[in-house]
């Protein structure tokens, strides 16, 4: 199993309120991080403010700093007066520090760190193709079978779209409700239409159906182009088969089928391809840090500069070789792991957010990490706020 260990908040930092902000101001680093002011035994008060930060020094001097005219009224909160304490953790990536932000705020703040994060989410299609009536449903969760659970997409509109466009390239039913009363539900008039095999009324079996659904399924990770020309293919031989129906019927496939390849391009892949070994920008240029992520789980992995690269990158390739074998059993119960999903399925949806790179772990060879270690190493990114806070 992937060893997890939460990001912790594990410097820290007293604070004299009485004291002047240059007595401690420069103790503070002034580079990106996660922090948490705290209150203290004087002020019966626990964690008072979480946050992500380009600069911590800042970002603290700022907090911590008494409104220039403290007669007049603010609705500025006085946190010299509360605060005795600053903690944090160095992030050097939007990755690391949305996950240390996502980890401590879920523990500090239990009952009002779940609004700062709904940003933080994916959208998914999924499709249980054992299920009595099999369908495909958009959500912003994953469900159903890891095999069959698409995504991350980056909209809830998309993935209503990609759901319309397979019920209308492989004539889906559109009526669950009707469905589920197969073989004695009346059928609509998508089946006069020559636009549904019709299985709520028992004209097609539930299995000729579920085969059109597996079929639907097999589309959806795959690059549209190469279905279309593998479905050219299919149509000339049942032409020359003097198959004509047969012909049409796939031709009125691949004319809808182009639709499809704004929405999924190169295929969607499924959550049982999220094993990834992630490189991510370190504390300084020519450093890097490794993560290693699989459903529901993200584990830091340490930090790699020039000298240790040879050693490094044999054990990250020792690691992608063990990911391939993690169980994938998302409970949609298990609120942090369906959390985790959402954090970095927002990540990968859309990829001009991204500073780092995912190497799929079934393809990570010693030459793709050299190469993802090398790109990013010599980036110059840098990391920006996170736009989440949580308070007290």
């Given at each position: 199993m992937l060893n997890v260990t939460d990001p912790a908040l594990d410097e820290s930092m007293d604070i004299d309120p009485a004291a002047d902000v240059e007595t401690w101001r420069l103790k503070l680093p002034g580079k990106a991080a996660c922090y948490l002011l705290e209150g203290g035994d004087d002020t019966d008060t626990g964690p008072v403010l979480l946050a992500t930060v380009g600069?911590?020094?800042?970002?603290?001097?700022?907090?911590?700093?008494?409104?220039?005219?403290?007669?007049?009224?603010?609705?500025?909160?006085?946190?010299?007066?509360?605060?005795?304490?600053?903690?944090?953790?160095?992030?050097?990536?939007?990755?690391?520090?949305?996950?240390?932000?996502?980890?401590?705020?879920?523990?500090?703040?239990?009952?009002?760190?779940?609004?700062?994060?709904?940003?933080?989410?994916?959208?998914?299609?999924?499709?249980?193709?054992?299920?009595?009536?099999?369908?495909?449903?958009?959500?912003?969760?994953?469900?159903?079978?890891?095999?069959?659970?698409?995504?991350?997409?980056?909209?809830?509109?998309i993935a209503r779209k990609l759901v319309e466009s397979l019920e209308d390239?492989?004539?889906?039913?559109r009526y669950h409700d009707v469905l589920v009363k197969s073989p004695h539900g009346e059928a609509c008039s998508y089946k006069q239409m020559g636009r549904c095999p019709a299985p709520c009324d028992g004209t097609v079996s539930m299995d000729v159906y579920r085969d059109q659904v597996r079929a639907a399924a097999a589309f959806v990770t795959?690059?549209?182009?190469?279905?279309?020309?593998?479905?050219?293919?299919?149509?000339?031989?049942?032409?020359?088969?003097?198959?004509?129906?047969?012909a049409g019927r796939i031709k009125r496939q691949i004319d809808r089928a182009g639709g499809a390849a704004s929405l999924i391009r190169g295929g969607v892949p499924t959550l049982a391809h999220m094993r990834y070994v992630s490189?991510?920008?370190?504390?300084?240029?020519?450093?890097?840090?490794?993560?290693?992520?699989?459903?529901?789980?993200?584990?830091?992995?340490?930090?790699?500069?020039?000298?240790?690269?040879?050693?490094?990158?044999?054990?990250?390739?020792?690691?992608?070789?063990?990911?391939?074998?993690?169980?994938?059993?998302?409970?949609?119960?298990?609120?942090?792991?369906?959390?985790?999903?959402?954090?970095?399925?927002?990540?990968?949806?859309?990829?001009?957010?991204?500073?780092?790179?995912?190497?799929?772990?079934?393809?990570?060879?010693?030459e793709s990490l050299a190469d993802a270690i090398a790109a990013v190493a010599t980036s110059k990114s840098q990391v920006a706020s996170s736009p989440t806070e949580s308070g007290a």
């Open positions: 600069g911590l020094r800042g970002a603290v001097v700022r907090r911590m700093t008494e409104p220039d005219e403290p007669d007049e009224p603010t609705k500025r909160i006085d946190y010299r007066a509360i605060v005795r304490r600053v903690r944090w953790r160095m992030v050097c990536s939007r990755l690391e520090g949305d996950w240390t932000y996502l980890e401590n705020a879920r523990r500090l703040f239990p009952r009002t760190y779940r609004r700062m994060i709904r940003h933080w989410r994916a959208h998914w299609v999924g499709v249980d193709l054992d299920a009595p009536h099999p369908r495909f449903v958009a959500k912003d969760v994953p469900h159903g079978p890891a095999a069959t659970c698409f995504g991350p997409l980056p909209t809830a509109k390239i492989f004539d889906l039913c795959r690059r549209v182009d190469g279905w279309i020309d593998d479905a050219t293919r299919r149509m000339h031989a049942a032409a020359k088969d003097l198959a004509f129906e047969q490189i991510q920008p370190g504390d300084r240029k020519g450093r890097v840090r490794a993560f290693a992520i699989v459903p529901g789980r993200v584990a830091y992995l340490g930090q790699i500069d020039r000298k240790q690269r040879d050693d490094a990158i044999a054990r990250l390739v020792d690691a992608s070789a063990k990911l391939t074998d993690e169980p994938i059993d998302v409970d949609t119960d298990d609120l942090a792991a369906v959390e985790r999903i959402g954090l970095v399925g927002w990540h990968l949806a859309d990829d001009r957010r991204e500073q780092g790179v995912y190497l799929p772990a079934a393809d990570v060879d010693a």
